[in-house]
């Protein structure tokens, strides 16, 4: 698997699939959420709707992912994630790891070959950047899947720097 790193927008990502950080009730949000819906337009929505009905009642639970199509989005399939909220008493660690396991696993699903992240549970569930990043890298690289390509696309530039440091830092380990 080739991991590549970008700095810019999610949404204009020409990928298989994209990855969207969530919230449980799959209703939209703000972040990457709302920039997800506002550019692929109301067919994203209507299909959270129809997943809420059929199979996530009580919302996708932190930790899972559930695919929609893409809308507008040049990208073919938008995977619905939700990170956990960061906190400073619990080590939910293995939930965030969770995201990115359970993502790659329904672009397996979905047959998709390349697949864009952004920095899950970073913007306003305040998961500190670098550690953020060394569980994104970690996971992804530990994960036995048939995706060629991930690229992580970063909003900002101290975001794509801790996102390099964590790649380097996991090559010298392995
Ligand atoms: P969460 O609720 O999981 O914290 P957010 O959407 O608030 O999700 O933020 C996750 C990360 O995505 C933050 O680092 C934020 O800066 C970044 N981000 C926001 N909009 C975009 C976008 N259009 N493309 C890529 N990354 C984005």
Not at 29 to 34: E, K, L, S
Not at 104 to 121: C, H, I, M, Q
Not at 136 to 150: D, F, H, Q
Not at 157 to 173: C, K, L, N, P, R
């Amino acid at each position: 698997m080739d991991i590549h790193l970008v700095q810019g927008d999610i949404t204009e990502q020409r990928v298989d699939a994209i990855v969207n950080a969530a919230n449980s009730s799959l209703l939209g949000g703000g972040g990457v959420d709302g920039a997800i819906h506002r550019k692929g337009g109301p067919d994203i929505l209507a299909e959270c709707r129809q997943l809420r009905a059929s199979t996530y009642g009580k919302g996708l639970p932190t930790g899972q992912a559930a695919a929609t199509t893409a809308g507008r989005l040049p990208a073919r399939w938008v995977i619905h994630t939700v990170g956990p909220v960061h906190s400073a008493t619990e080590d939910r660690s293995d939930l965030l790891s969770s995201c990115f396991r359970e993502s790659l696993r329904v672009a397996d699903e979905l047959k998709a070959r390349s697949v864009a992240f952004p920095a899950v549970s970073t913007g306003v569930y305040h998961w500190p950047m670098d550690d953020a990043a060394r569980i994104a890298v970690r996971t992804v690289r530990e994960t036995s899947t048939s995706v060629r390509e991930v690229r992580f696309v970063l909003f900002d530039a101290d975001a794509y720097a801790a996102f390099e440091q964590a790649i380097g830092a996991s090559d010298a380990t392995d």
